[in-house]
């Protein structure tokens, strides 16, 4: 009894914490890592180097010879972004970070990931980096050898996390979530609130 009292009182929360706002995402709203990582651009970039301009950041883990999941996945933020007004897709940071830095130079992710986007933003750090980053995201990745023309594929998390400008990991879009127009419709709200 008392588990069904706590359930429903944690449930009463989430929804109080929603403002009204059903979002399509998973409601997650927990500290986001503010991790520290180089850009294609070969800058050392902080998350709160977006935040603190009050952007939303979205954040995808993945890699440029992925053959499937991150083009998909790069694709569906490309669609958020033309489904926002210029206003609104100018507070939205997109942020790729590699989990494959061993391929993914500065000069490959400057190539793929603006492909997509011209405001999408490549990361990538060293392998201590990627793996303190992706660990405090709880975002798995593991390398499988030999099965592509490329030496190797990469097993990973295929979420796309959607951080507020307070810092706070506020939705997880996992892959059946991932429909642009209504990842559109929350950040509409969120930038509203």
Do not use: W
């Amino acid at each position: 009894m008392r588990k069904l009292t706590l359930l429903m009182v944690f449930l009463f929360l989430v929804a109080s914490c929603k403002k009204g706002h059903e979002f399509y995402g998973h409601f997650f709203d927990q500290p986001a890592y503010n991790f520290e990582l180089t850009d294609q651009n070969g800058n050392r970039v902080k998350l709160s180097d977006y935040t603190s301009k009050g952007k939303i950041v979205l954040l995808f883990f993945g890699y440029t010879h992925c053959p499937d999941v991150c083009p998909l996945a790069l694709e569906t933020m490309a669609k958020v972004m033309k489904n926002l007004k210029p206003e609104e897709s100018q507070r939205v940071q997109v942020l790729f970070i590699s989990v494959d830095p061993e391929r993914d130079t500065l000069e490959v992710l400057k190539g793929y990931v603006p492909y997509f986007h011209p405001s999408f933003v490549g990361l990538r750090g060293s392998e201590e980096e990627t793996r303190k980053t992706a660990q405090e995201y709880k975002a798995y990745y593991r390398k499988v050898e030999g099965q592509s023309a490329g030496g190797y594929l990469v097993d990973h998390t295929a979420t796309i996390y959607l951080v507020t400008p307070d810092n706070r990991i506020k939705i997880l879009y996992t892959p059946s979530k991932q429909d642009p127009q209504k990842m559109a419709e929350d950040i509409k709200f969120l930038l509203k609130s």
